[in-house]
């Protein structure tokens, strides 16, 4: 029987016939909550504790920026054209790693679905925190119990919204 149980500040947690035992931490708790919610969807407010949304004022990249991201992306286009036709390889190397940085900015300041993430967003700074608490605490399990880590990072969805939702039905008991 598959089990997550915390006795005495230790959890014990069992899969697939081997059983293990780690200290207590904020990410094993997470994790037993997402388990136990049986595949629902948690929103990490009620992971971290929080029970009401606000967001900061500012988004990370204004319209402004965002256009001269673009107008910036559609001149490298040009110049990389341009390196590639006069055999200019080094010239080319360089403006598609300017290109390739544009993008990440862009990919990184953008959230779900291509909306702007805030600066001081709450549901940023949850979504985050309980991500590296889960990953902690994979990290650890992956120590101990190999199987179940690698069952946990294949079943689990992070995000602002979260969910325990393995491929096939396995039957938890969660205390």
Not at 18 to 42: E, H, M
Not at 89 to 100: A, G, I, M, N, Q
Request: hydrophobic content about 40%.
């Amino acid at each position: 029987m598959n089990e997550l149980r915390r006795i005495n500040g230790i959890w014990q947690l069992s899969f697939q016939g081997t059983t293990v035992q780690l200290p207590d931490s904020k990410g094993l708790r997470d994790l037993a909550v997402l388990i136990g919610a049986k595949g629902a969807d948690v929103h990490v407010y009620t992971l971290v504790g929080h029970d009401f949304a606000r967001t900061g004022a500012d988004p990370v990249l204004d319209d402004t920026a965002k256009a001269r991201f673009k107008a910036r992306l559609a001149a490298l286009a040009q110049e990389i054209q341009d390196a590639q036709e006069v055999g200019d390889p080094r010239r080319v190397e360089k403006l598609d790693s300017e290109r390739d940085a544009l993008i990440h900015g862009l990919t990184v300041a953008a959230g779900l679905g291509g909306r702007s993430r805030r600066l001081g967003d709450d549901t940023e700074r949850a979504r985050k925190t309980v991500s590296a608490r889960v990953r902690d605490a994979l990290s650890k399990i992956e120590h101990v119990h190999p199987d179940l880590a690698d069952h946990l990072r294949r079943a689990l969805q992070m995000g602002t919204v979260c969910s325990y939702t393995p491929r096939q039905r396995a039957i938890w008991t969660v205390r």
